[in-house]
């Protein structure tokens, strides 16, 4: 697989570094090359957050994310601060907490990840699987089950519960033909 770059960011709280986590252990389990790279805000929660993850067959010289191939906003913040770096990689966001501005430079494609949250597991604090779901349908070479097992192996509490939502994911990307 040729390098591809992950940029998901939202703010604490949202699961952000757990979903980069379980990506880039995801990307391994299948015998890929994965990097990771995580900044915060200096507050505990509710303060700025972005897991940059890189994955590649080949070793990884730098796992700077330059020009996500997925961009996943998690918040409003987010989608500003970091949409001018994605040009040709397609760009993730719930519409609940995101409105795209203008000129849209790159591809959109609205998830809505707390309301199908909400619906498979009665809650919004598992949007972040929703989104690693449809990302990871994006990378074919990381399988479903390489996705879900490291979920089981990651998470610590809720597992189903998180990977009902990442499922829901996985089905959004099928039926819209997400790719990055």
């Given amino acids: 697989m040729p390098r591809r ?12 570094v757990l979903a980069g986590r379980i990506l880039g252990y995801a990307a391994v389990l299948a015998g890929q090359k ?15 957050v972005r897991s940059q993850v890189v994955v ?15 961009f996943a906003a ?21 519409p609940a907490l995101v409105t795209p501005g203008e000129p849209i430079t790159s591809r959109h494609q609205p998830v809505p990840a707390r309301e ?11 949007a972040n699987m929703v989104f690693l779901g449809v990302i990871l349908a994006g990378l074919p070479t990381i399988s479903r089950e390489a996705g879900k097992q490291a979920v089981r192996e990651i998470v610590r509490r809720q597992v189903e519960k998180n990977i009902l939502a990442l499922e829901a994911g996985y089905a959004l990307a099928e039926s819209r033909v997400v790719s990055g």
């Fill in 34 to 48: 994965a990097t990771m790279l995580v900044s915060h805000g200096t507050e505990t929660r509710g303060g700025y």
């Fill in 116 to 126: 199908l949250a909400e619906a498979k597991t009665g809650s919004v604090l598992a």
């Fill in 56 to 70: 590649a067959s080949q070793d990884i010289d730098s796992p700077l994310v330059e020009k996500p191939d997925f």
């Fill in 74 to 94: 998690l918040s409003q913040a987010a989608y500003q601060r970091f949409i001018p770096l994605v040009t040709a990689g397609l760009t993730l966001y719930d």
């Fill in 5 to 16: 770059e992950i940029l998901i960011s939202g703010f604490g709280g949202q699961g952000v």
